[in-house]
C-alpha cells in the first residue's frame, strides 16, 4: 500500500508516518517545513528498509496537484494546515488560502490520480462552534455553526469532499480530532497547551492559562489518533467521525495534573481570555467506535506523563 501525507514532518503527521512506515507501507510526504521538522522523520529517512520519500512543498502550490497524481498513492492523509486559531481571525483570507485552497489542490491531485481514499484531518474543537453545556459531548450530527475563520475552513473542507465523493466517487473519511497531544508536539510558538504546559514546567517556567482556567477540552493522546487515521483507510467511508475521549478536562484541571508529575509547586499565571475560543468542548466518540473499531486508549495521567518523559529525554539529547 502506497500512502501520501501532507504535514507529515509535523507532530501528528509523524507519528502517522512512523506507524505507516511500521506497518510495511510505502510513504510520500509533502511539507513546507513552516512548521514541521525534518528532525521528526529522522527514522523514516535513515532506514534503508524504507520506502519513503520527501517532497517539500507548499499545498498552496498548484505543482502539487501533479505531485500527488504523479505518485499515485493509494490513500492521501491530508493534515497540513494553518492551525492557529488567533491567525484566522487575524488574516482570514490567507487561513482560506492554506486550509481550503490548498486542500482543493490536494483533492484535485488525488481526484487525478484515483486514489481509493482521502482522510482529513478535521477539528471537533471548532467545527461545531460553540455547544450548549447539555449537548455535551458532542455528536456528529449536532449543527456544525463555527465560531472562527479556522473552523469554517475545517467544516468547508469536509463539505468539498462530500462533493467529490458525489461527482467523482472519491472516497473519504474526515476525522474531526479534539485535543491532541504527545510526543513531538512543539511548545513553542502555536501549540497544544500540553506541549506548553510540559516545557514551561520542566524548564521552570511559570505557566500562563488564558481566562479564569475553566474552559474545558478534550484531550485525546497522539498514539490513538494515529490508529483512527490508520483504520480510516478501510473504513469510515463518507463519514465525518469525532476521535475523542467524550471527557471534559478544564485547563486548571490539566495544570494541577501535569504540575504534581512534573514535581512542581507553583501558582499559573492568568492572562486575559483569547478571542475565538471555546468555554467548552468534548467529542462523542460512538460514530468512531461503530465504523472505526477505534477507541481512545490513553487517559490523561498516563499520556501526560509520556509527554513530560519525552520531553525530559529531548532536552537531555539537545
Not at 12 to 24: F, K, T, W, Y
Not at 62 to 83: F, G, K, M, N, T
Not at 98 to 117: F, P
Request: net charge negative.
Amino acid at each position: 500500500m502506497k500512502a501520501l501525507v501532507t504535514g507529515g514532518a509535523g507532530f501528528i503527521g509523524s507519528n502517522l508516518v512512523d506507524r505507516l512506515l511500521a506497518e510495511g507501507w510505502a510513504v510520500d510526504v509533502i511539507d513546507d517545513l513552516s512548521s514541521g521538522k525534518l528532525s521528526n522523520l529522522s527514522s523514516a529517512r535513515s532506514d534503508p528498509d524504507h520506502e519513503f520519500h520527501f517532497h517539500q512543498m507548499d499545498i498552496c502550490d498548484p505543482a502539487v496537484i501533479d505531485v500527488v497524481e504523479r505518485r499515485s498513492p493509494d490513500v492521501v492523509y491530508h493534515l497540513a494546515a494553518q492551525i492557529d486559531v488567533r491567525v484566522s481571525v487575524a488574516d482570514p483570507a490567507l487561513d482560506a488560502r492554506i486550509n481550503v485552497l490548498g486542500s482543493l489542490h490536494l483533492m484535485e491531485g488525488a481526484r487525478r490520480a484515483g486514489v481509493d481514499k482521502f482522510v482529513f484531518a478535521s477539528s471537533g474543537g471548532t467545527i461545531f462552534g460553540d455547544v450548549d453545556p447539555t449537548d455535551l459531548p458532542v455528536v456528529e450530527s449536532h449543527d456544525q455553526v463555527p465560531v472562527s475563520p479556522y473552523g469554517v475552513s475545517k467544516k468547508v473542507v469536509t463539505d468539498y469532499l462530500h462533493t467529490y465523493r458525489e461527482l467523482h466517487q472519491m472516497e473519504y473519511t474526515s476525522l474531526a480530532l479534539a485535543n491532541v497531544y504527545g510526543p513531538r508536539q512543539d511548545p513553542h510558538g502555536e501549540a497544544g497547551v500540553v506541549a506548553i504546559f510540559a516545557g514551561r514546567l520542566l524548564s521552570g517556567e511559570q505557566c500562563r492559562i488564558f481566562g479564569d482556567g475553566s474552559q474545558t477540552r478534550d484531550y485525546v493522546y497522539v498514539d490513538d489518533v494515529v490508529d483512527a487515521f490508520v483504520r480510516s483507510a478501510e473504513r469510515g467511508s463518507g463519514l465525518l467521525c469525532n476521535i475523542g475521549t467524550g471527557v471534559e478536562t478544564s485547563v486548571v484541571e490539566l495544570y494541577t495534573t501535569m504540575a504534581a508529575a512534573a514535581g512542581v509547586d507553583l501558582e499559573p499565571e492568568f492572562a486575559p481570555p483569547r478571542a475565538g475560543e471555546l468555554a467548552r468542548s468534548a467529542l462523542d466518540p460512538g460514530r468512531a467506535g461503530l465504523h472505526l473499531g477505534w477507541s481512545p486508549f490513553t487517559d490523561l495521567p498516563t499520556g501526560t506523563a509520556a509527554v513530560l518523559e519525552w520531553f525530559r529525554g529531548d532536552a537531555t539529547s539537545a
